[in-house]
């Protein structure tokens, strides 16, 4: 009986087949993929635009990445310099562009309201310019200490092209206006300001913390040395830490007034910088941050809740976290309490108290607290 010989396909149809099978597989995943893109690619995700040549050479001059001279550097692991530059810088595009518009080794543009709005629109840090800042026309030597703790600096150190007021007597008078303005009172040094009561005087209020009370406090005696007044006004918290030997560096913005300017007069640190960027100090290397009303209702939750972990992070083992007048309405409590007690701190003390000012109607609210980063066990 005759059989039917078997058909057998050479080796590379074999190949063939399974290359030609592998390149479909591929091509229908990256079809598949190109039009189905993942959530991570989603088109509601503000992504900034790449670098073009619209922006200044200076950018390009700044940003490098720049070879490191001796080559690969160890700490660094790598050899190559990439200067910072916030991510939102490049969402600012057009501002970012006129911000570094301008000739090298001369003059700054007289730009400060630009410099603030960039970094308020979270462009922190900024690039840095090559060029030298508008200054004071006729500037006179400062105030020694401990003369410049309570002393209005002279007009003639400020430069004032940035506000709406020219003069320290103009800030001061802000007060009996309507205008909204930060700490419209504050400026005021003089012995019926309120300025030169705060912290130290005690109040009925139980909202109303002193110093002198939050001092005594810490264990052992004398242990805060050195900290942070996040949102530091005119200066005047930081100025009574020094009185009491404590050294503290006070961040604020010039919101229509030269803030930075008037506590460095006094003898204060201004550290010119946003709430939501990461602190410039190491961990586990404060004593004490204080905040007043710069941490309140206004920034987005899970913000503050960065915020928050990141004071933590500063903080010794032991250090303070005096929250200060800390304002929400009465509906949001249990949000922010929930936000605050999870970051883990001990509560030392604990007040919650309704704002009255504006009526009570509004259901206004403020904490204020003073809790310790745990000694033992803080991570």
Request: glycine share 6%; net charge neutral.
């Amino acid at each position: 009986m005759e059989t039917k010989p078997h058909h057998r396909f050479p080796l590379q149809n074999h190949l063939l087949y399974i290359l030609l099978l592998i390149t479909s597989n591929l091509l229908t995943f990256y079809l598949f993929s190109s039009h189905h893109g993942s959530p991570a690619s989603s088109s509601s995700l503000p992504v900034p635009p790449p670098p073009t040549s619209s922006f200044p050479s200076e950018y390009y001059a700044f940003t490098g990445p720049h070879k490191l001279p001796f080559g690969h550097n160890p700490n660094m692991d790598s050899s190559l310099l990439n200067p910072p530059l916030a991510q939102p810088c490049l969402l600012s595009g057009s501002f970012l562009t006129t911000f570094l518009s301008y000739n090298v080794n001369s003059s700054c543009p007289d730009d400060e309201p630009l410099l603030q709005k960039l970094l308020l629109r979270g462009c922190d840090p900024l690039p840095i310019r090559r060029c030298r800042p508008a200054s004071p026309k006729n500037p006179v030597p400062p105030l020694p200490y401990p003369d410049s703790l309570w002393t209005t600096p002279p007009d003639e150190n400020i430069h004032w092209s940035a506000y709406t007021c020219k003069s320290f007597k103009c800030l001061v008078d802000r007060i009996k206006t309507r205008s909204f303005d930060d700490c419209k009172d504050c400026f005021d040094l003089s012995a019926t300001g309120r300025e030169i009561k705060r912290w130290v005087t005690p109040s009925t209020n139980p909202l109303d913390f002193t110093i002198d009370e939050v001092l005594s406090l810490a264990k052992p005696h004398n242990s805060i040395r050195i900290g942070l007044d996040l949102g530091g006004g005119s200066g005047t918290f930081a100025v009574r830490m020094r009185e009491r030997n404590v050294t503290m560096v006070a961040s604020t913005l010039n919101l229509n007034g030269p803030f930075s300017n008037f506590i460095a007069s006094r003898g204060i640190i201004p550290l010119y910088t946003t709430v939501g960027k990461r602190l410039p100090f190491f961990d586990n290397t404060l004593d004490i941050v204080h905040s007043m009303h710069v941490l309140s209702n206004w920034i987005p939750t899970t913000v503050l809740h960065f915020v928050l972990f990141d004071l933590y992070r500063v903080l010794r083992p032991g250090g303070l976290f005096w929250l200060d007048h800390f304002f929400f309405v009465e509906g949001q409590m249990e949000e922010y309490v929930s936000v605050i007690e999870s970051v883990g701190f001990e509560k030392l003390k604990w007040e919650i108290g309704r704002k009255l000012d504006r009526g009570a109607e509004l259901k206004e609210m403020y904490i204020s607290a003073l809790v310790q980063k745990p000694l033992k066990n803080s991570w």
